[in-house]
């Protein structure tokens, strides 16, 4: 499986960003799919996570109130729709492939993309 990660870029506090994760080599439609970001000099953190039918799903606490995942199967592709954004939402942002249906924080991500870049400006 291959994941790729778009849609970062510069915004400016306050705005909305939508990234999306594409994955293909093979359907993820019975995968969880995640989300992780790593700001500069930081470790790399849970974001999100969507179950293999999206009837679940799970937020950091940084993230809950000011986004939402979803997942369009036929498209095999995630999404991480972000609002509100903060200068501390700046890292780059990861998503993941989980081997389970369903996976949070501590999931057994085996996939991963290169990640995208999202920079807020104050």
């Known amino acids: 499986v291959q994941l790729q990660a778009s849609g970062g870029g510069l915004v400016q506090v306050g705005d909305s960003l939508r990234l999306s994760c594409a994955a293909s080599g093979r359907t993820v439609s019975n995968n969880a799919m995640g989300w992780f970001r790593q700001a500069p000099g930081r470790e790399r953190e849970f974001v999100s996570s969507?179950?293999?039918?999206?009837?679940?799903?799970s937020y950091a606490d940084s993230m809950k109130g000011r986004s939402t995942i979803t997942r369009d199967n036929a498209k095999n592709t995630a999404y991480l729709q972000m609002n509100s954004l903060k200068a501390e939402d700046t890292a780059v942002y990861y998503c993941?492939?989980?081997?389970?249906?369903?996976?949070?924080?501590?999931?057994?991500?085996?996939?991963w993309g290169r990640g995208t870049l999202v920079t807020v400006s104050s």
């Open positions: 993941a492939a989980s081997i389970d249906s369903y996976s949070g924080v501590s999931g057994r991500w085996r996939y």
């Open positions: 969507i179950s293999w039918n999206g009837g679940r799903t």
